[in-house]
């Protein structure tokens, strides 16, 4: 190993990079893209849910409740059916995802003290739309009990309005905070993969490569001179999807820098292998990049990025635990929102650590023999 | 395989070569083999290239040229045989070999979207090129390639000719002792192709033993001595004039020997022939 072949590896590395507008574009424009995509579009607040009122008891308190649904922002009420038996083809419809049925007799139970039922009915089909009306609905009726018991200045001994769902750790339900951690960990493996392949089938596409086996270098000091700028560029584009995380979309970081850090180099380590071993199966450009498409469709249906693992078939979610993405999607969405340690992701990074070892020795493993053939 | 092992062998000019290795020679090769899974693409060659020596290697596509040179320059590791460049065992002392040596391909291996000094101080820094050594270097490769004034052009806007000569620079610039050059002149014009063999005439004249392979019959004409390879094996060797003399027929003057180009195709259907009765 001598230092000054790294440092020109690494020199000249820099001096390409500069120069070729794929791999920049590549580089810069695409976690900015994703962000905006993901952070707006995916992670978007689901706001203006068609919704559905049958208010059976017609009193005060009823039209008071509804008018709190309303003024929340994420509930638009569009239809005011006179009969429970007209939601169902509503829903089916698709004319409303949300209905509230107000049960007769509300206003006068909670005046004797005693506790009553919201009915909230959810279409389904859209588990994120549905998981966020539940978890909005409960907000809103306990908001509701809390103003009610504040203005009559009884402690009444039954909470009101019976609200059972419970939402943890993400009260806002804001998506954004959950999308923009993984976020950081989906960037890294996509660009970490595209740009080490992309850089390594050009060098042998142009002969450059063979050329570096003729010459003194060795085989590691070329390993480390491709894959230490690779790693310097994804810590520059990681760090700018975290400042914007925080600063744009306000984020908030409650973990360990210590905990992320570990988690994100170990993904590192097997995103740089992922991208040696698709430049040892691809023979163009063109052929590593789909190959790159080839895992991240996989990595982002099945880690959990954006279809939560949870609401997956089954048989499906053996699958998931092959996809190392999973593992730093835990971590950092945990670390990030719930302040996880060491101890609480003890499997995570075990298994992470295990996919790195395992992914890039095989990667420098085949690298060596396919340059000895 | 195997069966054309000894075809051609009264009338061919096949030097003897001494059954040990030679390390006074600039590249020494006996039994080198190279196989890929179940396909022999070199079988067991053996030959001796002089120091000073232009030795040109001949064959058609898929012969065996290429991977007989990426053994010698210590890319790949044989299968079986040994080789001595520069008196070193390339197989067990590769990085030894490769300091003294330079490698030029079709290819070019240049950095396309860096400068011609940009690869120059690239190539300076993988020999370890000194900083005084470089600069000396650098004036003499650039006036050689007809490159000055342009050093901080990009590679990707040189036409073909000036690539070549910047590869050769590039390729020379640590002064190895031993050039390997693996179809240098494809893909360049006949005046280029003159100039280059000029530059290569100066570095042989220099000392500089050179390797070359290629498809140009009259290329071949420039070698002191030439080895033609067909499916893996080398089938015959010698001066161009000893290889016209050997396959001229009977009763042939100086001035009537056949071409090189027609020993050369004499020599593949020949071989191909017996192949196929064989077969
Ligand atoms: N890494 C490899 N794996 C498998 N087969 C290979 C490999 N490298 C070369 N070959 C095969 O070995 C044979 C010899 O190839 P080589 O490139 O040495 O020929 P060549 O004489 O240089 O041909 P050309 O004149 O076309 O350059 C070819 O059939 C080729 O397909
Ligand atoms: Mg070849």
Request: charged residues 20%; contains cysteine; proline residues 4%.
């Amino acid at each position: 190993m001598n230092p000054r072949h790294i440092r020109l590896l690494i020199w000249k590395e820099f001096t390409q990079l500069r120069r070729d507008p794929l791999l920049l574009r590549l580089l810069f424009l695409m976690p900015v893209l994703m962000l905006v995509m993901l952070g707006y579009v995916v992670g978007a607040d689901v706001k203006n849910l068609k919704t559905a009122v049958v208010d059976l008891d017609h009193s005060a308190t009823s039209r008071a409740l509804v008018a709190s649904f309303e003024a929340s922002g994420y509930f638009r009420i569009v239809r005011h059916p006179n009969d429970e038996r007209a939601l169902r083809g509503l829903l089916d419809h698709g004319d409303v995802v949300v209905a509230l049925v107000v049960p007769e007799g509300t206003e006068r139970r909670l005046r004797a003290g005693r506790s009553t039922e919201l009915g909230v009915v959810v279409d389904g089909s859209d588990s994120r739309t549905a998981s966020t009306a539940s978890g909005y609905s409960a907000q809103i009726v306990s908001a509701f009990n809390r103003r009610r018991i504040e203005a009559t200045g009884v402690k009444l001994q039954a909470p009101g309005i019976d609200a059972r769902v419970r939402v943890l750790y993400n009260p806002g339900l804001r998506m954004v905070d959950t999308m923009i951690p993984s976020l950081i960990a989906y960037i890294l493996l996509i660009s970490t993969m595209s740009i080490m392949s992309q850089s390594v089938v050009r060098e042998r596409e142009r002969g450059t490569l063979e050329q570096m086996f003729v010459t003194p270098i060795s085989r590691g000091e070329y390993l480390i001179g491709k894959t230490v700028p690779y790693m310097l560029t994804s810590i520059v584009q990681m760090v700018t999807v975290a400042i914007v995380g925080r600063l744009w979309f306000g984020v908030p970081f409650n973990g360990s820098p210590a905990v992320v850090l570990s988690g994100l180099f170990l993904f590192m380590i097997t995103a740089v292998g992922l991208g040696l071993l698709i430049s040892l199966v691809s023979r163009t450009r063109t052929q590593a990049q789909q190959t790159v498409m080839f895992i991240m469709i996989p990595s982002m249906v099945l880690s959990g990025f954006i279809f939560p693992i949870e609401s997956m078939p089954a048989e499906i979610v053996p699958l998931t635990y092959l996809i190392p993405l999973r593992y730093a999607v835990v971590v950092m969405r945990s670390t990030f929102a719930k302040g996880s340690g060491f101890d609480d992701l003890a499997f995570q990074l075990v298994a992470m650590a295990l996919f790195a070892v395992a992914i890039f020795g095989v990667a420098v493993a085949r690298f060596s023999k396919r340059l000895a053939d | 395989m195997g069966q054309a092992a000894t075809v051609g062998d009264a009338a061919t000019p096949r030097e003897r070569v001494s059954s040990a290795p030679s390390s006074d020679m600039a590249i020494s090769v006996r039994g080198l083999t190279k196989r890929f899974g179940t396909f022999t693409a070199v079988d067991a060659i053996d030959f001796d290239v002089r120091r000073g020596e232009v030795f040109g290697f001949l064959g058609p596509n898929g012969a065996g040229k290429t991977t007989a040179i990426r053994m010698l320059t210590g890319t790949i590791a044989p299968t079986a045989g040994s080789a001595l460049v520069l008196g070193d065992d390339v197989i067990a002392k590769p990085e030894k070999v490769k300091r003294r040596i330079g490698y030029m391909s079709q290819k070019f291996a240049l950095f396309e979207d860096m400068t011609v000094d940009e690869n120059l101080r690239f190539y300076a820094g993988v020999y370890d090129v000194s900083g005084a050594e470089f600069a000396a270097r650098r004036r003499y490769i650039l006036r050689m390639a007809d490159l000055e004034g342009r050093e901080d052009e990009l590679t990707a806007n040189l036409s073909v000719g000036w690539k070549q000569r910047l590869a050769l620079g590039a390729a020379t610039i640590h002064e190895p002792e031993l050039l390997f050059l693996d179809e240098p002149t494809s893909g360049v014009d006949p005046v280029a192709r003159r100039h280059f063999w000029d530059l290569l005439y100066d570095l042989a004249d220099d000392g500089v033993t050179l390797f070359v392979t290629t498809h140009y019959m009259d290329e071949a004409n420039h070698c002191h001595r030439l080895g033609f390879m067909y499916a893996g094996r080398l089938i015959a060797q010698g001066s161009p004039t000893e290889v016209r003399a050997a396959y001229a027929p009977d009763g042939a003057t100086a001035g009537t020997l056949p071409s090189i180009e027609d020993v050369f195709v004499h020599l593949v259907t020949a071989h191909r022939d017996r192949q196929e009765d064989g077969a």
